[in-house]
């Protein structure tokens, strides 16, 4: 099957290429979810980036939902395989999550749950914000994405209590690579805020910079933390900064590329679980890798505009994957 998927993109990259761009009910988009998503998969080297490509398969999903829902075009039909779709790569992500913590990788698992956290609850705001002009079905499927994300904070937050219990040189280097992490997705969202501000609008813009300031406080206190030797507590609270920083990254992409009005403020339950969050409890080297590869990805995406909203596709990804192949 990988040998048959290598010809497929090698003779038709033209096609492998156009068929990104597709949404459920086109004609090539069985080539975007059969070859082009099943090669990348074939080309990832290692079990962290096994589990974050399926995390953006996931992504990848959500974002052609909202984009159906923009267009009016998100039916029961179309529920009905987005759900079976994103339902299988949730239960491989579980799974795969759980053989990284029988592994003793508990590290690396809690940072793969506290990404994926951070794109479920962005995605469900966004769908829960078109439910108010789409109706039954984006609505249905919000609530889906809703019970998905509750699970993946009860999980996340059970993997940061077993990395906390750790050894105290493994759990300050799972701290010293999250805050890497985190520090580095700041970054990211700040220089994205100063690239897109005008787009965005001052509202949006000024609501993510409080964001980003939330961010940076936790991050402050997650350093004061790692100076007394609470490396645990300085684990959560960069996780926290890390999410805290990715959903308004996702929430203001959503905003450029589906001109919708999303707010990128959250609602008091959801900074209350997040400080509950801090107050129970990284990477290594491959896992900051990882993180980085991920943030790579989202600025070439971020990048993405004009046009149909169909732009937030891994097209950039995808063209290096077809020049390695060569």
């Given at each position: 099957?990988?040998i048959l998927?290598?010809?497929?993109?090698?003779?038709g990259g033209g096609?492998?290429f156009?068929?990104e761009n597709t949404?459920p009910g086109?004609a090539l988009?069985p080539?975007?979810?059969?070859?082009?998503?099943?090669?990348r998969?074939?080309?990832t080297?290692?079990?962290e980036?096994?589990?974050?490509?399926?995390?953006?398969?996931?992504?990848?999903?959500?974002?052609e939902?909202?984009?159906?829902?923009v267009?009016?075009?998100?039916?029961a039909?179309?529920r009905?395989?987005?759900?079976?779709?994103?339902?299988?790569?949730a239960?491989?992500?579980?799974?795969q999550?759980a053989?990284?913590?029988?592994?003793?990788?508990?590290?690396?698992a809690?940072?793969?749950?506290s990404?994926?956290?951070?794109?479920?609850r962005?995605?469900?705001?966004?769908?829960?914000?078109?439910?108010t002009?789409?109706g039954?079905?984006?609505a249905g499927f919000?609530?889906?994405?809703?019970?998905?994300?509750?699970a993946a904070?009860?999980?996340?937050s059970?993997l940061?209590?077993h990395?906390?219990a750790?050894?105290?040189?493994?759990?300050?280097?799972?701290a010293e690579?999250?805050?890497?992490?985190?520090?580095?997705?700041i970054a990211?969202?700040?220089e994205y805020l100063?690239k897109?501000?005008e787009r965005l609008?001052?509202?949006?813009?000024a609501q993510?910079?409080?964001?980003?300031e939330v961010?940076?406080?936790?991050?402050?206190?997650?350093?004061?933390?790692?100076?007394?030797?609470?490396?645990g507590?300085?684990?959560?609270?960069f996780?926290q900064a890390?999410?805290?920083?990715?959903?308004?990254?996702?929430l203001?992409?959503?905003r450029k590329?589906?001109?919708?009005e999303?707010s990128i403020?959250?609602?008091d339950?959801d900074?209350e679980?997040?400080?509950e969050?801090?107050?129970?409890?990284d990477?290594?080297q491959?896992?900051?890798?990882?993180?980085k590869?991920?943030?790579?990805?989202d600025?070439?995406e971020?990048?993405?505009?004009g046009?149909?909203?169909?732009?937030?596709?891994?097209?950039?990804?995808?063209e290096?994957?077809?020049f390695?192949?060569?």
């Open positions: 099957m990988p998927l290598l010809i497929l993109v090698l003779a096609v492998s156009a068929a949404l086109d988009y080539i975007k979810v059969h070859v082009n998503e099943n090669m998969a074939f080309i080297v290692s079990d980036g096994d589990v974050a490509w399926d995390i953006r398969r996931m992504e990848r999903r959500l974002q939902a909202e984009t159906l829902a267009e009016e075009e998100f039916n039909e179309v009905a395989q987005l759900e079976e779709r994103f339902d299988a790569f239960a491989r992500v579980e799974e999550i053989r990284l913590r029988a592994e003793g990788r508990e590290d690396i809690a940072r793969l749950s990404n994926l956290e951070a794109a479920l962005a995605h469900e705001r966004i769908l829960a914000e078109l439910a002009d789409d039954e079905h984006i919000a609530v889906r994405i809703g019970l998905a994300r509750q904070v009860s999980g996340r059970e940061e209590a990395v906390s750790g050894s105290s040189t493994n759990v300050q280097e799972a690579g999250r805050l890497r992490a985190a520090e580095h997705k990211e969202v700040t100063a897109w501000e609008g001052a509202s949006a813009t993510a910079r409080a964001r980003l961010a940076e406080k936790t991050v402050a206190d997650g350093k004061v933390k790692l100076e007394a030797g609470a490396y507590e300085a684990f959560v609270l996780q890390h999410r805290i920083a990715q959903e308004a990254k996702l203001l992409e959503a590329e589906l001109n919708i999303v403020n959250v609602d339950d900074d679980e997040d400080g969050d801090a107050s129970s409890g990477d290594a491959e896992g900051d890798e990882e993180d590869e991920n943030e790579d990805e600025e070439d971020g990048e993405q505009d046009g149909r909203s169909r732009g937030r596709t891994d097209v950039d990804a995808l290096g994957m077809l390695r192949l060569r």
